[in-house]
C-alpha cells in the first residue's frame, strides 16, 4: 500500500477495535474510526483519528464513512443479543450493507477484512477434534449463524470486493469485559470447573490478534482467504491456573456437575428479562459451554501470513491480570 493510506476501522471503540485502531497508527496509516452516537470512547477518545457516526443497522450514512478509504476492517457486530433475528439483522445484514458502500463510495477499496468469528465454523465435534478453514461451518449458536450468514453474503460479493475473512478464537486481553468474569472467580479464590469431561478451547491474546489482522490487511497472499485467528490450546483448568499464576492465588476447585447447565439458562433467561443487555451466561453462552471443545488450527496462518503469537500464554494473562487491577476492574 502507499504511504499512508486510510483505513476504516468499524467498532473501533469495542475492545477488539480500539486495540487494533492503536496498532494501525502505530504503522503510520491514517484510521477513520467509525462509531455510534452512543458509543463509548473511554478507550480512544485521545487518538489522532477522523471520526464517522453511523450504525449499520439503517443504511444512513454510511456512503460517506466509506468514501476514500483504502482498506476497511469490519470488526462492528453484536456479541450478546436477545434473538437470533437480532444477530442477523446487524451481523450479517449490516456487513452486506457496510460492503456494498465501500462499493459504492470507495472503488478504489484494495481490502474489506471481515472479523468473523470460530463461531462461525462451530465446534470440535469431539474433545481433540481442531477444526481447520477446509472444514465445512457448522454453527450452533445464533451468533455463530450469523457470521457464517454474513460470510457467505461476502463470499458472493467477492468478485467486487477484495475480501479476507479472519475467524478469530475467543480472545482475551485488557479492556476485556467476557474473561474478566474468569479473573474475578480466581480472585476470590474459586477455580469453576463444569463437569468432568475435559473441555478445551483456543484462545488468542488481542494484542497478538491485532497483529494478525494487520498481516491479513497487507499480505497479497490473504486476499480471498479466511484465516483462523488462534494462538494457544488449553483446557479450562489449565487457563484457571494461569490466572490464579498471575494473580498469585490459591485457588479451590468447584467441580459443578453438567446437570446444573439447564438450570443456570433457565435463571439467565430470567434475569435477562430485566437487563437491556443479554447476561454473560445466557442460554447461547451455555450452549457454547456444552460443547466438547472449541479448537481451531492457527497453521493457515502461520503458512501463508508468517503468523507467530509473541505472547505466551502466562505472560498474555499477567499483562492482561495487571491492567485490570491498574484500571480498577478487579
Ligand atoms: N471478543 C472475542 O472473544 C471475539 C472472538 C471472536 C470474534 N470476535 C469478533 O470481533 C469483533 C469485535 O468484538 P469485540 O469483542 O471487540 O466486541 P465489542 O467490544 O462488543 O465491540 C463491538 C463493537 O461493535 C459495535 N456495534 C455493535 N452494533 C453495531 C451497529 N449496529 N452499528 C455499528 N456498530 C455496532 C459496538 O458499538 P457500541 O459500543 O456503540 O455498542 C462496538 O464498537 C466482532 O466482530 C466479534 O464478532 C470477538
Redesign the pocket.
Given at each position: 500500500m502507499s504511504s499512508s493510506p486510510l483505513v476504516l476501522v468499524?467498532?473501533?471503540?469495542?475492545?477488539?477495535?480500539s486495540h487494533l485502531t492503536e496498532l494501525l497508527l502505530s504503522k503510520g496509516y491514517r484510521v477513520r474510526c467509525?462509531?455510534?452516537r452512543?458509543?463509548?470512547l473511554t478507550h480512544i477518545r485521545h487518538l489522532p483519528v477522523e471520526w464517522a457516526f453511523?450504525?449499520?443497522?439503517d443504511g444512513r450514512g454510511l456512503y460517506r464513512v466509506c468514501e476514500e478509504v483504502a482498506a476497511v476492517c469490519h470488526?462492528?457486530?453484536?456479541?450478546r443479543a436477545r434473538d437470533e433475528e437480532t444477530f442477523y439483522r446487524?451481523?450479517a445484514e449490516?456487513t452486506e450493507r457496510l460492503a456494498q458502500a465501500c462499493l459504492d463510495a470507495s472503488p478504489g477499496l484494495q481490502r474489506f477484512l471481515f472479523?468473523?468469528?470460530?463461531?462461525a465454523a462451530g465446534p470440535s465435534r469431539t474433545p481433540e477434534d481442531v477444526k481447520d478453514e477446509g472444514d465445512e461451518p457448522q454453527p450452533i449458536t445464533w451468533y455463530g449463524k450469523s457470521?457464517w450468514a454474513a460470510e457467505k453474503i461476502l463470499r458472493a460479493m467477492a468478485d467486487r470486493l477484495p475480501l479476507v475473512i479472519v475467524?478469530?478464537?475467543?480472545?482475551?486481553g485488557p479492556r476485556?469485559r467476557?474473561f474478566l468474569a474468569y479473573f474475578a472467580w480466581v480472585q476470590r479464590g474459586l477455580n469453576l470447573q463444569l463437569g468432568k469431561q475435559v473441555r478445551r478451547l483456543s484462545l488468542i491474546y488481542v494484542r497478538d490478534l491485532v497483529r494478525l489482522l494487520a498481516l491479513a490487511l497487507e499480505s497479497e497472499a490473504a486476499l480471498g482467504q479466511t484465516y483462523f485467528g488462534c494462538a494457544y490450546e488449553c483446557s479450562y483448568a489449565e487457563f484457571s491456573a494461569a490466572v490464579a499464576h498471575a494473580l498469585g492465588k490459591r485457588t479451590r476447585c468447584i467441580r459443578l456437575p453438567e446437570w446444573v447447565l439447564p438450570l443456570l439458562a433457565f435463571e439467565a433467561r430470567v434475569q435477562g428479562w430485566f437487563t437491556s443487555r443479554p447476561p454473560l451466561l445466557n442460554p447461547q453462552r451455555i450452549l457454547d459451554l456444552q460443547q466438547p471443545s472449541w479448537l481451531c488450527s492457527a497453521e493457515r496462518a502461520r503458512q501463508e501470513l508468517g503468523f507467530v503469537p509473541e505472547y505466551d500464554l502466562l505472560t498474555a494473562v499477567q499483562e492482561t491480570a495487571h491492567w485490570y487491577r491498574e484500571n480498577g476492574w478487579l
Open positions: 468499524t467498532g473501533a471503540n469495542g475492545f477488539l477495535g467509525m462509531v455510534r452512543t458509543s463509548d453511523a450504525d449499520v443497522l470488526c462492528a457486530a453484536l456479541t446487524v451481523n449490516g472479523v468473523s468469528s470460530q463461531a457470521k475467524r478469530p478464537s475467543a480472545v482475551f476485556d467476557d
